[in-house]
Nanobody, 128 residues
Framework: EVQLVESGGGLVQPGGSLRLSCAAS????????ITWVRQAPGKGLEWVSG????????NYADSVKGRFTISRDNAQNTVYLQMNSLKPEDTAVYYC?????????????????????WGQGTQVTVSS
């Protein structure tokens, strides 16, 4: 059974940092791209960042470029999202998602079927 478990969310002040983790199991982790997707209160799913299977290629949404860094450790079956210079508009539930293949490219429109598997999400709140 495929499992993705996010952790690391919480409450942080504007300008602060958080590091999210996504621990994966139940599939050959090193073969698939992993993506972070977020959903702000009352809004739809937003693609945030993707990383290819080997970890050498990454993509970011314009809204987070230069502030967020995605990485992965295939030995530990874990993907990370380092979030710096956080803004109130970054407040959302953050999900990691397993791609259908090695697809780490930006998606303008995200639905639940855009990815093969999803984690349960972790809440990030940026507020003073």
């Amino acid at each position: 059974e495929v499992q993705l478990v996010e952790s690391g969310g919480g409450l942080v002040q504007p300008g602060g940092s958080l590091r999210l983790s996504c621990a994966a199991s139940g599939f050959t982790f090193s073969v698939y791209a992993i993506t972070w997707v977020r959903q702000a209160p009352g809004k739809g799913l937003e693609w945030v960042s993707g990383i290819n299977s080997g970890g050498g290629m990454t993509n970011y949404a314009d809204s987070v470029k230069g502030r967020f860094t995605i990485s992965r450790d295939n030995a530990q079956n874990t993907v990370y999202l380092q979030m710096n210079s956080l803004k109130p508009e970054d407040t959302a539930v953050y999900y990691c998602a397993k791609a259908w293949a090695d697809d780490y490219y930006y998606k303008l429109r995200v639905t639940t079927s855009s990815f093969a598997s999803w984690g349960q999400g972790t809440q990030v709140t940026v507020s003073s």
